[in-house]
C-alpha cells in the first residue's frame, strides 16, 4: 500500500502570497491531520478532518484553512502569507478518527516565506 | 489543554548502549504514539500504545494509562538510531487532537 504523499515537497514564497498545500492519504483512510513544525514551536495541531467535515481545529489563525474531499484527499491554504509561517508542514491518515488509531505520517512540505 | 512532557531533551550515547525516553502527561487519553523523526523530516511511527507494553526488535514501549507516563526502550543502540523521538497523545476530552512532546533528541556514536 502507498503511504501518505504530500506535494509539494518544498516551496518557496514571499510574504503576502497564499499557498495550497495538497496531502493524498493512504487508500482507505478516511481521516487527514494536519501539523506545522518550527524549531521554536514545536509541532502544533492544525486541524482534523474526517469523512470530509472538520472535527476538530488547533489555535492558528483563521489565514489557515483545509478542506477534505470525497476522496479523502486534503488541501490546507495559507493566505496573506508571514514570515513567521516557514515551516514544515505535516500531514497524517488513519483509518478511524485520528484520537483512537494510528497516525501514519507524510514526508512533509517545507515552506519557506521571503 | 492536555501538555506532554518528554525527558530527556537530549541523550548522547555509544553504539551498544541501552536507552529509557519518558512521556508524562496530564490527563486520560485515547492515544499514545512513539515517533521517530528521521533527518529528512520523516516522522516514523514506532508504536501505538496507549496501554501496556509493546515490542518490535530491539525497540519496547510501556504505557501505564493510570499513571500517565509512557516509557520508550532502545537497546543495543545504533548510528541509524539518532534523531529526534516524539511522543504524541490525543485526550479523551479532545478527540482528534494529537498533542506533541517537545522531543528527545538522542545522538549514538559510532
Known amino acids: 500500500k502507498a503511504g501518505v504523499t504530500q506535494t509539494p515537497r518544498y516551496l518557496i514564497k514571499t510574504r503576502g502570497q497564499q499557498v495550497t498545500l495538497s496531502c493524498s492519504p493512504i487508500?482507505?483512510?478516511?481521516?487527514v491531520s494536519w501539523y506545522q513544525q518550527t524549531p521554536g514551536q514545536g509541532l502544533q495541531f492544525l486541524f482534523e478532518y474526517f469523512s470530509e467535515t472538520q472535527r476538530n481545529k488547533g489555535n492558528f489563525p483563521g489565514r489557515f484553512s483545509g478542506r477534505q474531499f470525497s476522496n479523502s484527499r486534503s488541501e490546507m491554504n495559507v493566505s496573506t502569507l508571514e514570515l513567521g509561517d516557514s515551516a514544515l508542514y505535516l500531514c497524517?491518515?488513519?483509518?478511524?478518527?485520528?484520537?483512537?488509531?494510528?497516525?501514519?505520517f507524510g514526508p512533509g512540505t517545507r515552506l519557506t516565506v521571503l | 489543554g492536555i501538555q506532554v512532557e518528554q525527558s530527556p531533551p537530549d541523550l548522547i550515547l555509544q553504539e551498544g548502549a541501552n536507552s529509557t525516553l519518558r512521556c508524562n502527561f496530564s490527563?486520560?487519553?485515547?492515544?499514545l504514539q512513539w515517533f521517530h523523526q528521521n533527518p529528512w523530516g520523516q516522522l516514523i511511527n514506532l508504536f501505538y500504545i496507549p496501554s501496556g507494553t509493546k515490542q518490535n526488535g530491539r525497540l519496547s514501549a510501556t504505557t501505564v494509562a493510570t499513571e500517565r507516563y509512557s516509557l520508550l526502550y532502545i537497546s543495543s543502540s545504533q548510528t541509524t538510531d539518532s534523531g529526534v523521538y516524539f511522543c504524541a497523545v490525543a485526550a479523551r476530552t479532545n478527540a482528534g487532537k494529537s498533542t506533541f512532546g517537545d522531543g528527545t533528541t538522542l545522538t549514538v556514536k559510532p
Open positions: 490527563d486520560s487519553v485515547n492515544n
Open positions: 497524517a491518515s488513519s483509518s478511524r478518527e485520528a484520537s483512537t488509531d494510528t497516525q501514519y
Open positions: 487508500s482507505g483512510h478516511r481521516s
